[in-house]
DNA sequence: GGCTGTTATGCAACAAGTTGCAAAAACTGT
DNA sequence: ACAGTTTTTGCAACTTGTTGCATAACAGCC
């Protein structure tokens, strides 16, 4: 159940469209929690119905027409409850960790192109998320900042993790793949 | 679709019953992609019925009685393209950072213990990974151990950032809370 | 005025994971 | 033999996330 509550969230820094809003989560929230336009969409319905946001009264809303929404009160009011409960950290699944498991039984071919390939996009991940500390984040006082701060270190923290160990793990594999044949084991 | 894949090398490691399978999900594979036993049986039927696996044809098997599965070549073969294709990184959900940032906006309230809460639970992860690996990973040459051992230390360098970034907020927030007032923002 | 592309909202079907419960067999104590 | 508990298998409903497509407004162009 955090979907909605990433909404509220982003809802409060500034009332949004359904759109502005997946766009935003684009390239901030989404970094924790993505979401499509369909899903923030149909969330935003059920916000509505449950009397937490609503729709900036502007014009007739129609299909196609731009709908900006803000939090009413209540909605504050559940976000607050929401953030001083309890969370059960969800499981974590990953499926590349998974499949080099697979590789320790039915051979490594295609394994270190893989491990290259996810390399590079964490690479690119982490140069994403230092430039934006570079750019947003110079000497910061305010707590807010600080927090958004926080997550972002969040977000350097683990993909510096990732880059390391598909390094490591590369060099590890190439490693095996010198002596021993090249690609694991054939046809068992 | 990565949970009949994590079943099949499961299956492959060593012919079990949807229960074992459960058992053996708890503490290895289901580090990093969890099943509960409803997900598995699930699971088993469905690649029964696909014919990647069979049930040892044992008993007559019925409701309540024992059923071991055993990989078939086409389960091999299916797992083996599995594993030397692409995969499109699954997107990372992670609730406790969403939070973060929902507190930079309602108010830090209740933030500190649910953060000593996720680090207590990633030192006890860390430690026990820390275990294993003491235990079966002493000095390691067979490829397929170097690859499990792998696997090991992406758990053991993961939880080691989450507990280095927990109280590196834990710290910051306390800090926060000596000056200014205590709980965030109570009424805006 | 009609064509085309973009912006914006939304439905519907599907896939995967979660939760709660039930039923058959096997074990355990009396 | 029987009752109660545990083991093992499984169904069904629900929630959440994904994918594909539909529809309306608007803007620019010829």
Known sequence: MSLPHAILTALLEKPSSGLELTRRFDRSIGYFWPATHQQIYR???KLE????????PSEQPSRGQK???EVLPAGRAELTAWASGEQD???VRNALVLRLRA???VGRAGLDTELRR????HQRQLAEYEEIEA???GAVADPKDRLRRLVLRAGVGLETFWVQWLQEALAEVEDMA???EAGGRPGE
Do not use: W, Y
């Open 43 to 45: 969330e935003l319905g």
């Open 49 to 56: 119905q449950a009397g937490f946001i609503r729709a900036l």
């Open 67 to 69: 709908k900006e929404f």
């Open 89 to 91: 950290a969800k499981p």
């Open 103 to 105: 590789a320790a039984v």
């Open 118 to 121: 996810h390399l590079a996009l």
């Open 135 to 137: 750019r947003d984040f």
């Open 178 to 180: 010198d002596d021993g």
